[in-house]
């Protein structure tokens, strides 16, 4: 079951401490220069309420390496809700793998895939091509979200860099990653393939509910 997590908004419609992700974006969606961010529990996000956003949003500008979203939260905004996103799932490693994309915007499942040994590596990067194929196949224009850095990496390359064995037991994966290879060789897109920033936004909508 995914972890509880507590939104604390000092520049919205409404200000103050919200306990989904839903609650939060109604308060920050079409609020010119919207400062948000998410807590891991209440008591944390009611203390950071009482404080200066500031604080919290650039934290870490001055820090090397720092990230955008750890430097200025608010600077992220509002996921695009007209999108696909995927993600995957992986019960051990390896163990039982599965992926789906779903709408963004309604959670409705689009796709989905599971196999009894695989990698939560895999699963993320063969999420994103399956997102990739259904976009180009049904002649949609809509971004593809993913919370996976690795899996984005591994599409842009066109190479599933897992070490995974190849065995008996994976070998009807292994011909499926070759697959998604293949179609990353031969194939053009123009869809944007983005990073869901599941610290502001909290879980990607095509979690699967089980950390």
């Known amino acids: ?8 908004v000092w520049q919205g419609h ?4 919200f306990e989904s992700w839903q609650e939060c974006q109604e308060q920050i969606k079409g609020f010119a220069q919207a400062q948000y961010k998410s807590f891991s529990n209440k008591a944390e996000a009611e203390f950071a309420f009482k404080e200066k956003a ?5 934290a870490n ?10 430097t200025l939260i608010s600077n992220v905004g509002t996921p695009i809700m007209e999108s696909i996103a995927t993600d995957a799932a992986c019960s051990g490693n390896p163990g039982k793998m599965e992926y789906q994309g779903v709408s963004t915007k309604t959670k409705k499942q689009l796709f989905h895939y599971s196999h009894p040994c695989g ?3 895999i699963g993320e990067f063969l999420g994103l091509v399956h997102g990739l194929s259904y976009l180009k196949r049904h002649n949609l224009n809509l971004p593809l979200y ?5 899996a984005m990496k591994w599409v842009k390359q066109k190479k599933c860099k897992t070490k995974l064995e190849r065995n008996q037991k994976t070998e009807d994966l292994f011909q499926y990653i070759e697959r998604a290879e293949k179609w ?4 053009t897109y123009t869809t944007q393939i983005l990073k869901w920033h599941t610290e502001t936004w909290g879980e990607i909508p095509a979690d699967f509910g089980r950390k």
């Open 54 to 58: 500031e604080k919290h949003l650039y």
């Open 146 to 150: 993913t919370d996976s850095v690795n």
């Open 119 to 121: 990698t939560n590596n």
């Open 61 to 70: 500008a001055n820090k090397k390496n720092s990230t955008p979203t750890q």
């Open 14 to 17: 409404k200000k103050g401490v």
């Open 1 to 8: 079951m995914a972890k509880q997590k507590y939104y604390v």
């Open 184 to 187: 990353l060789q031969e194939n």
